[in-house]
């Protein structure tokens, strides 16, 4: 199973980037996606989920609703995090992730991808 990350960099205050995750190694569409970020010192939490084939409702959290867009592609095994309006406090890295369901915190994340740093400068 594989998880690879890749799009994070240095961007400026309002800028935007795309991150990608390429998935292999398991039944893709039966998967929800999720963002995870982690900032220096603190928890990592979910930004954004993509329920499986299923089920195509999404999630995001507060802080990012209306300037991140999450979005997959079955066919090719991708998911995407489109981060549009970047603010300083985006700063963090970013996972992606498997699970059966985005549900909530107690939902176990069956696999995690090594991370992208996403840099905002004000």
């Known amino acids: 199973v594989q998880l690879v990350e890749s799009g994070g960099g240095l961007v400026q205050a309002g800028g935007s980037l795309r991150l990608s995750c390429a998935a292999s190694?398991?039944?893709?569409?039966?998967?929800?996606m999720s963002w995870f970020r982690q900032a220096p010192g603190k928890e990592r939490e979910r930004v954004s989920c993509?329920?499986?084939?299923?089920?195509?409702?999404?999630w995001y959290a507060d802080s990012v609703k209306g300037r991140f867009t999450i979005s997959r592609d079955n066919t090719k095994r991708m998911v995407y995090l489109q981060m549009n309006r970047l603010k300083p406090e985006d700063t963090a890295v970013y996972y992606c992730?498997?699970?059966?369901?985005?549900?909530?915190?107690?939902?176990?994340?069956?696999?995690w991808g090594q991370g992208t740093q996403v840099t905002v400068s004000s």
């Open positions: 993509f329920n499986n084939m299923y089920d195509t409702r999404l």
């Open positions: 190694g398991f039944s893709f569409g039966d998967y929800a």
């Open positions: 992730a498997a699970a059966r369901i985005c549900g909530g915190d107690g939902v176990p994340i069956d696999y």
